[in-house]
């Protein structure tokens, strides 16, 4: 496996600017964080207000009024520019499947180059390198990449693969964006936990997360490559009946299977350490949750890969 990776991309950072001086705060205001008191978000609004009626930022409103383009479709799109953000092969996910094609979302992926040019933005990145390179030290500071770096072993597979976890320093309220479609890698988009300044270390947890997310890709990718069925969880089809939810059942499922994963996977690698508790995996089906624990641990006892029991685990759900 190759050395995990943890930056923070200049194409996810301006893409978060973009956000902060456009409209996504009506429709979505938990999810960039706008609180000025915080120095560097105080910089971005000296820095970028100026620009709230730039071409890029005009057609960024008509997105996220007219498309779903919220949680993780706009740093998975912006992702796929080149480094100099040029628009070059976009990706199923999210141009065509997401947002339809739009000619505006193509749009404005051309205007973005424009934006950084006319807005300084390279310059405003290359000025705050220090900080960037601070917050990258905090995250590693909690993060055990000698433990992580087993996952390719403990899947039974061996990839020139990137794992990339990627900072956003700008999100709000915690939790991570994943992008598993690009072949040549894994991309963790990991938020900032705090409402009241910009910090990475110190939330505990952070190894287990990110292997959940890596696993999370992971199954997904042989879901949709192999064409595997996913049923609809009842716990699942229940919440959208009577709530809003902002995942969708394969991701539900994915997320309990990936949960239960990192249990074994703690069980392996940490075993003098604390265990994880299944009954806290989904306290609505502890039943189904040993079960599917029970079944990962006969896959681990025959030494192959998990496409070879996954269709099996799925139908518990």
């Known amino acids: 496996m190759r050395n995990i990776e ?40 000296k820095s970028f207000s100026k620009f709230s009626n730039h071409k890029a930022v005009a057609l960024l409103n008509e997105i996220v009024e007219k498309q779903n383009f919220c949680y993780d479709a706009p740093y998975v799109l912006v992702m796929q520019l080149t480094e100099d953000f040029s628009v070059g092969e976009l990706l199923e996910y999210p ?13 404005f992926l051309v205007s973005v180059k424009d934006f950084v040019n006319e807005s300084g933005f390279e310059k405003f990145f290359e000025e705050h390198t220090k900080t960037y390179e601070k917050w990258i030290s905090e995250f590693k500071e909690t993060f055990k990449a000698d433990v992580l770096a087993k996952f390719e072993d403990f899947y039974q597979i061996n990839t020139d693969r990137r794992y990339v976890i990627n900072l956003l320093p700008m999100t709000n309220y915690g939790g991570m964006y994943y992008d598993y479609r690009n072949k040549d890698e894994f991309v963790v988009h990991y938020r900032n936990k705090y409402e009241n300044e910009i910090k990475f270390g110190g939330n505990g947890g952070t190894t287990s997360s990110i292997f959940y997310i890596f696993t999370t890709s992971l ?25 809003y939810t902002s995942i969708n059942n394969v991701q ?35 039943e189904r949750v ?24 799925l139908n518990l759900f």
């Open 6 to 45: 943890i930056c923070i991309d200049k194409r996810t950072e301006v893409m978060s600017v973009l956000l902060y001086i456009s409209n996504y705060r009506k429709e979505y205001p938990n999810l960039i964080n706008y609180n000025r008191d915080i120095p560097y978000v105080n910089e971005v609004f």
């Open 95 to 107: 141009f065509k499947s997401r947002l339809k094609s739009s000619p505006i979302v193509l749009e």
């Open 219 to 243: 199954i997904r990718q042989i879901i949709e490559e192999k064409n595997l069925k996913v049923p609809m969880a009842k716990e699942f089809e229940d919440k959208l009946k009577n709530s």
């Open 252 to 286: 539900y499922v994915c997320f309990e299977i990936a949960n239960v994963l990192e249990a074994v996977f703690h069980d392996e690698v940490c075993p003098n350490g604390e265990k994880r508790v299944l009954e806290k995996i989904n306290p609505k089906n502890v």
């Open 290 to 313: 040993r079960k599917i624990y029970d079944m990962l641990k006969i896959w681990r006892s025959k030494n192959v890969v998990i496409d070879e029991c996954l269709q099996e685990v």
